[in-house]
């Protein structure tokens, strides 16, 4: 088992706090390791309820206009997830596995404790 490490930054130079997910794994695919980012982060606010979803995608504009700039009760995390999977083939964000920047959704990292992922976002990322 290891504990790799997720951290979001942009390119103005912003860098969120990294957060661990432990994985069973040696290989994942980087579509894989998304898919447990977003499950992970959208449990995580269905546990805690906080006023915002801080997630790699945030919430739609009809989302938003219906719960105003708070987070919807209920966030469907396929929907997030297909969202992500739309921003990364779109390049709204990068995804850097120790520093190694990966372009195919489907390609296979090796993972190990300290493995850092990096989800650098080019533009916000709204769903929709």
């Known amino acids: ?3 790799v490490s997720f951290v979001d930054e942009t ?3 912003q860098r969120s706090d990294a957060w ?9 695919s980087v579509r894989e390791l998304i898919r447990r980012r977003i ?6 606010h269905h546990a805690r309820r906080p006023e915002r979803f801080t997630g790699l995608v ?7 206009a219906v719960n105003g700039e708070r ?8 929907a997030q997830f297909a969202r992500a999977v739309e921003a990364f083939s779109r390049n709204g964000f990068l995804v850097l596995v120790d520093d190694r920047q990966v372009t195919d959704l489907d390609a296979q990292v090796d993972l ?3 493995t850092e992922v990096v989800f650098l976002k080019l533009v916000p990322l709204v769903g929709g």
């Open 1 to 3: 088992m290891a504990v």
């Open 11 to 13: 390119t103005s130079g």
């Open 20 to 28: 661990g997910l432990e994985v069973f794994e040696e290989t994942l």
């Open 39 to 44: 499950f992970q982060e959208v449990a995580e």
């Open 58 to 64: 945030q919430p739609t504009a009809t989302e938003r």
């Open 71 to 78: 987070a919807p009760r209920r966030i469907d995390p396929e």
């Open 112 to 114: 190990r404790s300290g």
